[in-house]
């Protein structure tokens, strides 16, 4: 009888983990749902997942959680990295240990887990590991700086994987959606904002203005109208999984499509002028202040 090849997801107390681990089990895979808060996954549990205690910044809950699935079935078949959170603002104003947070989670974190699993999927000539990028992997937008750069890093990473892990029949696939539709996270992203001091104050009013209209519904926007469900990644995701020969990426959505196709084409100076400044809020020069007054 053949060991079920089981799947381990992280960021599972809410979006696209949650999804996946829900649709996943759905379709009859052996799911390991994790989230740093395991009260957060009662209902996965008893949906039939298996929870477990996963911080990715901490190499000793890693290292459990690994060879608790190791221990009862030999490996980790399939690893997607979903766990992660975005630090809003602008790139001058975040302080060192906001910046090394964001990096320890989104990066650092998923690093360190794939390198955990990677010995027994070598071992046994198969496995999957699925990173959850974005849109903003391959551009940039204000006020999102660093957490851009983290997904841009998943994007490198994944790329020097995937040519690294091909010959020991692992394989390595970026996921990239578009907007995604939670409340959560468009909420946590707004509250990361700060003060950043009056240049800035006009711009973060109007990033909030965007975040709550894309998330809240407060009014139509391009990006809100062709926001997508944590199940529509979900549901690619296990295309991927049941997938022999799934593709390096794999953008999910209309706007994840059409922007990524933009960005191939377009000189910086026309992606820049007219698609991120139309769509997305940019800082501008106050138009006058006192002469001797802080900024």
């Known amino acids: 009888m053949t060991t079920p090849s089981p799947v381990l997801i992280t960021g599972c107390s809410s979006g696209i983990g949650r999804a996946t681990a829900l649709r996943l089990n759905r379709a009859g895979h052996l799911v390991y749902a994790t989230a740093r808060r395991p009260e957060t996954l009662a209902d996965l549990a008893t949906a039939g997942i298996r929870t477990l205690r996963l911080d990715v910044t901490d190499e000793e809950s890693m290292r459990a959680v690994v060879g608790t699935v190791e221990a009862e079935h030999g490996r980790v078949g399939t690893l997607v990295n979903s766990a992660g959170y975005a630090l809003s603002g602008v790139v001058e104003a ?108 006009e711009f973060n009013r109007q990033t909030t203005d965007y975040f709550d209209a894309i998330y809240g519904g407060t009014r139509r926007t391009l990006a809100g109208t062709f926001a997508i469900d944590a199940d529509d990644v979900a549901k690619r995701i296990e295309k991927i999984v049941r997938s022999r020969h799934p593709r390096a990426r794999h953008p999910v959505g209309f706007l994840a499509h059409s922007t990524l196709a933009l960005r191939r084409l377009a000189p910086d100076v026309v992606f820049d002028n007219l698609f991120v400044r139309r769509l997305f809020p940019v800082p501008r020069r106050p138009r006058s202040r006192t002469q001797g007054e802080p900024r």
Do not use: C
């Not at 990473?157 to 939670?182: I, K, N, Y």
């Not at 992203?189 to 800035?200: E, H, I, T």
């Open 94 to 201: 975040a302080g060192p240990e906001e910046i090394r947070r964001q990096f320890e989670t989104n990066v650092f974190g998923l690093v360190r887990l794939t390198q955990l699993v990677l010995p027994a999927m070598r071992a046994a000539g198969s496995g999957t590991v699925v990173n959850i990028s974005s849109i903003f992997g391959r551009y940039a937008v204000p006020g999102s700086g660093y957490y851009n750069a983290t997904k841009h890093a998943v994007e490198a990473l994944s790329d020097a994987l995937r040519l690294e892990t091909a010959a020991f029949g692992v394989r390595v696939v970026l996921v990239e959606p578009g907007p995604v539709r939670s409340t959560e996270f468009g909420t946590t992203y707004v509250a990361n904002l700060g003060d950043a001091g009056r240049d800035y104050e």
